[in-house]
């Protein structure tokens, strides 16, 4: 089998790939822009591989799209290439329309060409794989409400985003269930919680307090730091990925979690704790947290059903919480070069959105 995944330089497209390249027999085809978050060094571990081929193309670039699809003959495509950042989101909402609403329509189209030129047999295992947010749904209540009844999202779940970057993976979501009703494009779908890991572009809230802590500058936490989030290790998402892509019943969605729910502020007095046994310092460096005003239409709690993907396709995440985030906090430790390297002068892990320096989820 022959997957082409677009934005796969990214941090969880490279997750994919590594996964594919070296726990399965399928090739690979990169497609991927190389923005300010792609990075190829993601990758140096399989480059060289033989089953692996990259391709440097935008995505709302049509008739490089179109050539990519003839000359490579991919079996599925599995769609992760988006601008990402809420706070970017904020200060620039129109790349964010560009390459998520018409970046996907372009591909959908020519995905749609490709498919009806394939012979049956192969026209019948065709599948096209979006991979999308659990922020399209919005938020859910959040105890400090007293709500008796938290609910979690389901893939049934009312679209209502809170963003410019929530609003256009919205329209995306929707672009691919239409593709898949009108023309019939095979079609599967799936809305994610919030990933961390290796390789995490340190503008993301987990790199950027582990690299600030390290360099003994500020913390700062978004309002009260109650703020929830359901985290999910991100090889724990490949994985999923690559079961719902291979065997997802198409025109169907599943919802992806990491079952960790945890506050904005636990998540950094954890990574202090761990930071404090490993590198310790004569204080803690919980001590270097500062709280600063919140980010506009900042939604409060995140999380999601994952029973769906369980009973169907058998997936459960296999990381918990503390064991993934002490493997992230060592993986930041051992990989300080890599660090430095993606960082350009363009992005000093200032804050994005809002005219203070402060945090990102």
């Known amino acids: 089998m022959k997957i082409l995944i677009t934005g796969g330089a990214g941090f969880i497209g ?10 399965t027999n399928y090739s690979v085809i990169n497609v991927d822009k190389l923005t300010y978050a792609g990075n190829l060094e993601s990758l140096s571990s399989i480059s060289d591989n033989r089953r692996y081929k990259f391709e440097q193309v935008d995505i709302c670039d049509a008739n490089e799209i179109k050539r990519v699809f003839e000359q490579q ?41 490709y498919w009806r030129k394939l012979p049956e047999a192969k026209k019948q295992t065709f599948k096209f794989h979006h991979i999308s947010t659990d ?20 893939e049934t779940t009312a679209y209502k985003p809170s963003s410019p970057y929530s609003a256009s993976k919205a329209s995306s979501d929707h672009l691919v269930r239409v593709w898949h009703r009108t023309y019939g494009l095979p079609t599967v779908l799936t809305n994610c919680s919030n990933n961390y ?27 009260k730091g109650n703020q929830i989030r359901d985290w999910l290790f991100v090889d724990d998402h490949a994985r999923a990925l690559l079961k719902v892509a291979t065997e997802g019943s198409v025109g169907e969605t599943y919802n992806i979690g990491g079952h960790n729910e945890k506050q904005n ?40 059903d994952s029973t769906k993907i369980k009973n169907e ?22 990989n300080q070069q890599w660090c430095k390297r993606v960082q350009d002068g363009s992005y000093q892990r200032e804050r994005l959105g809002n005219s203070e320096a402060g945090e990102s989820a």
């Not at 959040?142 to 709500?147: I, L, Q, R, Y």
Request: aromatic share 8%.
């Open 265 to 304: 502020i636990e998540v950094v007095t954890t990574i202090c704790d761990i930071l404090d046994e490993l590198v310790p310092n004569s204080t803690s460096y919980q001590e270097l947290i500062t709280y600063v005003e919140d980010r506009p239409g900042h939604d409060m709690r995140y999380a999601i």
């Open 313 to 334: 396709l058998g997936w459960v995440p296999e990381e918990t919480f503390e064991s993934g985030i002490r493997k992230t906090v060592q993986w930041y430790l051992d």
């Open 135 to 154: 922020e399209v749904y919005g938020d859910l209540p959040h105890p400090d409400t007293h709500d008796s009844e938290l609910s979690l999202f389901t």
């Open 197 to 223: 890991g290796p390789y995490h572009f340190p503008e993301k809230l987990i790199p950027l307090m582990i690299l600030n802590a390290l360099d003994g500058k500020p913390l700062p936490i978004y309002g």
């Open 14 to 23: 490279s997750a994919v790939i590594r996964h594919l390249i070296n726990d």
């Open 73 to 113: 003959q991919p079996d599925v495509v599995m769609h992760l290439a988006a601008e990402s950042h809420v706070d970017r989101s904020i200060d620039g909402p129109g790349e964010f329309m560009q390459t998520n609403i018409i970046g996907t329509y372009t591909l959908l189209e020519q995905a749609r060409a």
